[in-house]
């Protein structure tokens, strides 16, 4: 496994080499739509009072933390596409809304080499279960923590205001 400090340079490096391609390349962001992906934004309620607790999972190829999101799946609707990525990455299972709590955009190195924004759409996933063994188990690593230490934790600014913000709402 890479240590912190490598995994942060690498980081930083992918980073670097994208912002060169964008600053090549500027029309690549506003020509087509955006891409779309839908993403959990898993919650509990910690036990000792109100407070609520959210998932955060390190991503596959660079271990920065991210919430479990992926690419539309024929036959589900968003919010249950989001629920299945919330089960495959994480190993947690849970009641998805119906409404999005929110979106934010960031920018995806696809398998080419290109780069194109993303549009994800979340979807709160109060968390029932919490199965050790799921289908990504050993490729992330999982930490529950505060909305404000999950923000911390996350990239995108879209997304930290979001989780900073985030209140659990109820389906009508």
């Given at each position: 496994?890479?240590?912190?400090?490598?995994?942060?340079?690498?980081?930083?490096?992918?980073?670097?080499?994208?912002?060169?391609q964008?600053?090549?390349?500027?029309?690549?962001?506003?020509?087509?739509?955006?891409?779309?992906?839908?993403?959990?934004?898993?919650?509990?309620?910690?036990?000792?009072?109100?407070?609520?607790?959210?998932?955060?999972i390190?991503?596959?190829?660079?271990?920065?933390w991210?919430?479990?999101?992926?690419?539309?799946?024929?036959?589900?609707?968003?919010?249950?596409?989001?629920?299945?990525?919330?089960?495959?990455?994480?190993?947690?299972?849970?009641?998805?809304n119906?409404?999005?709590?929110?979106?934010?955009?960031?920018?995806?190195?696809?398998?080419?080499?290109?780069?194109?924004?993303?549009?994800?759409?979340?979807?709160?996933?109060?968390?029932?279960?919490?199965?050790?063994?799921?289908?990504?188990?050993?490729?992330?690593?999982?930490?529950?923590?505060?909305?404000?230490?999950?923000?911390?934790?996350?990239?995108?600014?879209?997304?930290?205001?979001?989780?900073?913000?985030?209140?659990?709402?109820?389906?009508?």
């Amino acid at each position: 496994m890479k240590s912190k400090k490598t995994a942060r340079k690498a980081i930083r490096s992918r980073s670097q080499n994208l912002l060169k391609q964008l600053a090549r390349e500027p029309d690549k962001l506003f020509t087509g739509a955006f891409r779309m992906q839908y993403g959990a934004l898993c919650f509990r309620l910690k036990a000792e009072g109100p407070e609520i607790e959210i998932l955060v999972i390190t991503s596959r190829e660079t271990g920065r933390w991210v919430l479990p999101k992926g690419w539309p799946m024929k036959g589900k609707k968003p919010h249950q596409a989001a629920a299945t990525e919330a089960w495959e990455e994480a190993g947690v299972r849970g009641i998805p809304n119906k409404t999005p709590v929110g979106r934010y955009v960031y920018l995806k190195e696809l398998d080419g080499g290109d780069v194109a924004p993303v549009m994800v759409e979340m979807y709160q996933v109060e968390v029932t279960k919490v199965q050790a063994d799921f289908k990504e188990k050993g490729q992330r690593v999982l930490a529950w923590v505060s909305p404000d230490e999950a923000a911390r934790r996350v990239r995108e600014v879209e997304l930290k205001s979001m989780l900073v913000n985030f209140r659990p709402i109820d389906d009508e």
